[in-house]
């Protein structure tokens, strides 16, 4: 079954104390982006990465570190959290190329509270 | 900047009626726009895609239309149902940095 799998789905940490979600997934996108969203301001995308070792900055990606080492794997480094960083994570993988149909696919979510 | 954007943040119909739901970009011109629902506290769902050379795509109650002179995408549900209400974003496609709308919320009243 084609999936993106983020874990933890629930963290709640303090203030100051690194934290990685990590997104894997199964279908060999090249293209991975993490989105966080919050209320009234919808997705909002942290970082992307369109290959192996590439990767970009999205809209908002102040506090926030990605890697791309291998092809399935895309996890989201808080090296110092902050309460403004208490929101609800997604993972996403999309089908790239030519004649592709693009569609992103998501995983279930990560909500995350910093005290 | 680029950016999509959804007018209505929420949007409330009786069922049976039309819902219909509007996004526009503006600052690029994408290749395809694409629509997807999301559930409270779950990832979005790719519902459609529409090609800039394509005026209309349909799936079963689901209409789309792509206006690149409005630079805008209208997404109906025909027939609605409680069920149908949701969360509907819309996405621009180009290279790189992938953008969403903000959504607009879907309820559907008995």
């Known amino acids: 079954e084609a999936q993106v799998t983020q874990n933890p789905r629930y963290l709640i940490t303090v203030t100051g104390k690194k934290l990685t979600v990590t997104c894997s997934q199964n279908?060999?996108?090249?293209?991975m982006s993490w989105y966080r969203q919050d209320p009234g301001l919808g997705l909002r995308q942290i970082y992307y990465?369109?290959?192996?070792?590439?990767?970009d900055k999205g809209d908002v990606p102040e506090g926030y570190k990605v890697s791309r080492k291998e092809k399935r794997n895309f996890p989201l480094i808080l090296e110092s959290p902050s309460p403004n960083q208490t929101s609800l994570y997604f993972c996403?993988?999309?089908?790239?190329?030519?004649?592709?149909?693009?569609?992103?696919?998501f995983g279930q979510g990560t909500r995350l509270t910093v005290v | 900047s680029q950016k999509i954007e959804q007018n209505s943040e929420a949007l409330n119909i009786q069922e049976g009626k039309t819902a219909t739901l509007t996004c526009n970009y503006t600052?690029?011109?994408?290749?395809?726009l694409q629509w997807y629902r999301q559930d409270p506290g779950r990832g979005p769902v790719f519902l459609l895609l529409?090609?800039?050379?394509?005026k209309e795509k349909r799936k079963e109650r689901l209409k789309v239309t792509f206006d690149t002179t409005l630079k805008q995408s209208l997404f109906h549900i025909t027939a609605s149902q409680p069920a149908d209400s949701a969360t509907y974003l819309c996405?621009?496609?180009?290279?790189?940095?992938?953008?969403f709308g903000k959504g607009t919320k879907l309820s559907v009243k008995p």
């Open positions: 996403a993988s999309v089908t790239t190329g030519q004649g592709a149909n693009t569609e992103a696919f």
């Open positions: 279908m060999n996108h090249e293209y």
């Open positions: 990465s369109m290959n192996v070792e590439v990767t």
């Open positions: 600052n690029y011109s994408p290749a395809y």
């Open positions: 529409i090609r800039e050379n394509e």
């Open positions: 996405r621009g496609g180009s290279q790189g940095n992938l953008i």
